[in-house]
């Protein structure tokens, strides 16, 4: 999976700029890719994470 079609889907996962915590986990299962790289790439795009699950944001 190339870095662009794992940003494009993050932004479309994202609303208002903001990705559920719950949805990047979905995108790490389903882009086969560690929840790490999820995270890093939302924090270059400037997209918060949004009702963590362990209470985090």
């Known amino acids: 999976m190339t ?3 794992i940003i494009e889907a ?3 996962g ?3 700029n903001r990705l559920t915590c ?3 986990h979905e ?3 389903s882009l086969g890719i560690p ?8 924090n ?7 009702a ?3 209470g985090c944001f």
Request: contains cysteine; aromatic residues 0%; charged residues 35%.
């Open 3 to 5: 870095r662009e079609k």
């Open 10 to 12: 993050i932004r479309s």
């Open 14 to 16: 994202a609303v208002n």
């Open 22 to 24: 719950e949805k990047a």
């Open 27 to 29: 995108l790490s299962a």
């Open 35 to 42: 929840l790490r790289e999820i995270g890093d790439l939302c």
């Open 44 to 50: 270059e795009l400037k997209i918060k994470i949004s």
């Open 52 to 54: 963590c699950q362990l």
